[in-house]
């Protein structure tokens, strides 16, 4: 087994961040800058798959697990991303069991699940498939996004699924999705934050949460929440050239 999917299933605190800037540079900077894992964002952010290669080649110059989300649940998104070397994948708007079944049938091989084999930089490029095969099932993560009302009404039957490593919510799409956006709706989110949490680990599940910034991770962590997101190397940069010019300009 991977030591990420390890420290995953472990409810060890991971700390990673979305990667939106579509160009190796970045990857490398940002995984030099010391998390535990990234996550390429193919769902929102402007990266193709022709591109996702690259990147993940990037974090592996620093041993820095690079997941992929999945722009969807379309099996051959999974499977493409995984063949490039992918560390595991998050798949968005999981909001039923039969979609968490899906998503574990594109990651999984048989027996397990669905995934086709194929000769992609993962295997060695043809090279490696028998070893590949006997480890992609242990050593590749899965997490599934509750961010609807839907998932939220059938996250007991979502987190039973067998095959996911990871519940991972995402709160902004969850705060849309239940009418619950701005400070009085804050506290409906966080009722369903916890709802989701406690579900996910009385099924033994890790979970894990998107944050714009670390300021409440204690917190959530009392939730026994050990996977997070924390905002995107685009959030950080317009973050941190703000914080430098204002500063600079108050001098």
């Not at 997490?143 to 979502?158: C, D, R, S």
């Not at 959530?220 to 204002?246: N, P, R």
Request: overall charge negative; proline content about 6%.
């Amino acid at each position: 087994m991977s030591s990420f999917r390890e420290k995953c299933l472990q409810h060890t605190r991971l700390i990673g961040t979305f990667a939106a800037i579509p160009h190796p540079v970045a990857i490398e900077v940002t995984a030099a800058a010391g998390p535990d894992f990234l996550c390429i964002d193919a769902e929102h952010g402007q990266i193709g798959r022709e591109l996702i290669e690259n990147l993940i080649r990037a974090a592996d110059v620093h041993r820095v697990p690079a997941m992929v989300r999945v722009p969807g649940h379309a099996p051959e998104s999974v499977a493409g991303v995984l063949d490039a070397g992918a560390a595991g994948v998050l798949v968005p708007r999981v909001s039923t069991a039969a979609q968490a079944k899906a998503a574990v049938a594109a990651t999984r091989y048989p027996p397990l699940g669905e995934r086709g084999v194929g000769p992609g930089r993962a295997a060695g490029y043809g090279y490696r498939i028998p070893d590949y095969l006997k480890s992609a099932n242990e050593d590749l993560v899965l997490a599934v996004q509750i961010e609807t009302a839907e998932g939220l009404t059938n996250v007991e039957e979502i987190v039973a699924v067998e095959g996911i490593d990871v519940i991972f919510i995402g709160p902004g799409d969850l705060s849309v999705s239940l009418n619950a956006l701005g400070p009085n709706g804050a506290p409906r989110v966080e009722d369903a934050i916890l709802t989701i949490a406690a579900a996910a680990r009385k099924a033994g599940k890790t979970v894990g949460l998107f944050r714009p910034s670390p300021d409440d991770i204690g917190k959530w962590s009392d939730a026994g929440i050990s996977f997070y997101l924390l905002a995107s190397d685009t959030m950080f940069l317009g973050a941190s050239l703000a914080a430098g010019i204002a500063t600079a300009r108050n001098a």
